[in-house]
């Protein structure tokens, strides 16, 4: 219907410009027709005038004037001082008027009260009569006739035409969209339950061939989140499964005989450490969905960040001397960060090299000013960690060795908060491992100037 | 120190109400926005525990219509880890957030921590015990014992000894000694507590320095121990 109405839109345009134009150049040749006339009419008597010999010439004249004039649509005058060489009513005005103006000229004049167009010429004095204006005027009713018919018929005509185009457009429209119409019905039926289901690209014009398959691919990507995030809740009730079969059967267990205080007190305080598990999960959790909500850092502050992650090794001072490690931090750079959220991104990040460099290696943590922020990693000596694993590092719950065993220290969460962090500083993580060396670090994104500092 | 509750989730207000007053705070507990606003308004009490989502008189409400009138202290305890909620309650004038789940060790700490602002006395030498500490000197000394501690360990003492027989937890320690702002998973704490332990309390028969299971640190002489 859009597509019907904006092609008649510009159908009525074009018509009208043509329309428009055919009226302009018509009135230019019926002009140059009338002017033709009134010339081929001077001419008619001026012959005579210039040539005639003979004493009787202005009775020839007359004759010829009534021959000429028989159609009812010519008049003539002709002026000159001598009063026997005048003819017409109000001669002398219509010479006048002729010799002011050149060429055609149109008025109303003579016996009727036509419009008329007028032309007048002058004529040398010959043997037989002296100096003489000639006027001769056409009537010009039949060729505005011409005209105004012309007019009346363009403007329906015009109408017409686009009314026509309307509504061939229309149908045409119909045709031509149809691959859409079988799109949004097949789109209309992809939902949760058939998620696997894709538009049919085989029947598509070109034209829409690249929509379907960024449509398609669209689809990929949300089908890829959606499955992901699926296994996501599989995973928070498996994690928080445990945790919850422990208070409730510890408590049942403890119910079912009587008990001393001490021992209550005991079976209470088992209880908090496992709800504070689930307290940290469920913090944790909340936290990871507002970075996946987009949420931005919302106080960050121009900092050090060699100084941001010496107060965070300083934090690690005692693990680090009871697994006697070091860190080393190397280069600076500035950039725009809220310094609780750096430091715990910083804290998981040592957390995870502590837990898998062997005893007493060297840890190191390396500032780069980036083009567009700062890179942080930590590096540190460990078993290579196989290249499937590493872009899955950051993933919830991921853990490279499937049987290791759920530790106090770790919910599995550590990493994928470093990708929340990174994301809320417009950043991203990264991690490689080679020649015995792994590293996993992140990117702030623009922020602040985020200079080398070196 | 006087509390007032404004909580409508009948369980929380009850626990609440009972660990504040066992803590000897007196405690006032309304269920719903409207009884919370009246007994804000026309009571005097020390902090406010002020839940966001309340029936009647939401809190961002509640808390506005209050600071028109007084200053009390108010923590906002929001359900929501929206940064929307956050920024809202200390924008319309809250003076600390907890965001639900909280422990009530940390809810208990933030409570003390905004009573004590503006009035807390600068000792110098402090004693818990056979424990003295000389700020000045950064010096400990147990039962005329010198103790060498380093930089952090005294910081960390210091922070138990100032909140002697206050329960702290494993975050405000983090927080205060380290200055590290988060719920961190690490166990930094627990190894520094266990070498502060070592050093304080090992060499000496009644320890000073207790852990209560799930909740933190405690400072302070227990008798027949």
């Known amino acids: 219907m859009r597509l019907a109405a904006m092609f008649s839109a510009v159908a009525l345009a074009s018509f009208a410009l043509i329309g428009f134009a055919a009226h302009e150049l018509l009135a230019r040749d019926l002009a140059r027709h009338q002017q033709e006339l009134v010339e081929d009419r001077i001419e008619d008597l001026s012959y005579m005038l210039v040539r005639g010999r003979s004493t009787d010439l202005m009775d020839r004249v007359h004759e010829k004037i009534a021959a000429l004039t028989g159609d009812g649509r010519t008049q003539y005058w002709l002026w000159s001082e001598d009063p026997a ?127 379907g398959s960024s449509f398609n691919s669209a689809l990929d990507r949300l089908d890829a ?74 106080r960050g502050v121009e900092a050090s960040l060699a100084r941001e992650i010496g107060k965070t090794v300083e934090f690690f001072g005692v693990l680090l001397e009871e697994a006697g490690m070091e860190v080393d931090v190397e280069g600076d750079a500035r950039a725009t960060v809220e310094t609780s959220l750096f430091h715990r991104a910083v804290t998981n990040l040592l957390q995870n090299a502590i837990q898998h460099a062997p005893r007493g290696a060297r840890i190191t943590a390396r ?21 499937e694993h590493l872009p899955r590092l950051f993933d919830r719950f991921y853990r490279v060795d499937a049987s290791r065993p759920n530790s106090d220290a770790s919910h599995g969460l550590g990493l994928a908060i470093v990708k929340a962090i990174a994301a809320m500083h417009g950043g991203r993580v990264f991690a490689h491992s080679q020649s015995g060396v792994t590293t996993v670090g992140f990117t702030l994104g623009r922020g602040g100037n985020g200079g080398a500092v070196s | 120190m006087k509390v007032l509750i404004i909580e409508d989730e009948r369980k929380t207000a009850d626990y609440l109400q009972q660990g504040l007053t066992e803590q000897g705070c007196s405690v006032d507990v309304a269920h719903d926005g409207i009884d919370g606003q009246h007994l804000a308004v026309h009571h005097d009490h020390d902090v406010i525990v002020l839940d966001a989502m309340l029936p009647g008189l939401n809190g961002f409400e509640l808390l506005r219509s209050l600071r028109a009138v007084k200053n009390t202290p108010v923590i906002m305890l929001t359900a929501r880890d929206g940064v929307e909620d956050r920024v809202r309650g200390l924008r319309e004038g809250a003076d600390d957030y907890l965001i639900k789940p909280f422990s009530f060790v940390e809810l208990f700490a933030r409570l003390q921590a905004l009573t004590r602002r503006g009035r807390r006395q600068e000792a110098t030498l402090l004693r818990v015990g056979p424990l003295h500490l000389d700020l000045n000197a950064r010096r400990a000394l147990r039962e005329g014992q010198r103790i060498d501690l380093t930089a952090k360990e005294f910081a960390l003492l210091e922070l138990l000894a100032r909140r002697q027989g206050e329960i702290l937890s494993k975050t405000t320690i983090a927080e205060l000694v380290w200055d590290m702002h988060f719920d961190s998973t690490t166990n930094v704490v627990e190894v520094a507590i266990k070498r502060l332990r070592a050093k304080i309390d090992a060499p000496f028969a009644a320890p000073l320095l207790h852990t209560i299971r799930g909740m933190g640190y405690v400072l302070e002489e227990r008798a027949g121990t």
């Open chain 1, 367 to 387: 500032i780069e000013g980036t083009e567009d922020g700062a890179a942080i990693s930590v590096s540190n000596p460990s078993e290579p960690v196989p290249p």
């Open chain 1, 225 to 298: 989140a959606y499955t992901q995030l699926e296994s996501f809740n599989a995973d928070v009730a498996h994690e928080l499964r445990t945790p919850l079969a422990n208070l409730i059967g510890q408590t049942q267990v403890t119910l079912a005989r009587e008990r001393s205080a001490p021992e209550l007190r005991e079976v209470l305080q088992s209880n908090l450490e496992e709800l504070e598990r689930l307290r940290t999960i469920v913090s944790d959790m909340l936290f990871l969905a507002r970075a996946e909500r987009g949420e931005r850092v919302s």
């Open chain 1, 85 to 211: 060489w005048r003819y017409g009513t109000d001669a002398r005005h219509m010479a006048e008027v002729t010799r002011a103006s050149r060429g055609v000229l149109l008025m109303t004049a003579g016996t009727g009260a036509e419009q008329l167009a007028v032309a007048g010429r002058d004529i040398a004095a010959t043997a037989v009569h002296p100096p003489l204006r000639l006027v001769a005027g056409v009537d010009t009713a039949s060729i505005d006739q011409i005209f105004r018919d012309f007019e009346i018929w363009l403007l329906p005509a015009i109408l017409c035409g686009a009314l026509l185009i309307a509504a061939l457009s229309y149908r045409v429209a119909g045709v031509g969209l149809r691959p859409v119409a079988q799109l949004s019905a097949e789109a209309r039926r992809i939902g949760p339950d058939t998620r696997d289901q894709r538009l049919t690209m085989s029947a598509l014009p070109q034209e829409l061939a690249e929509f």
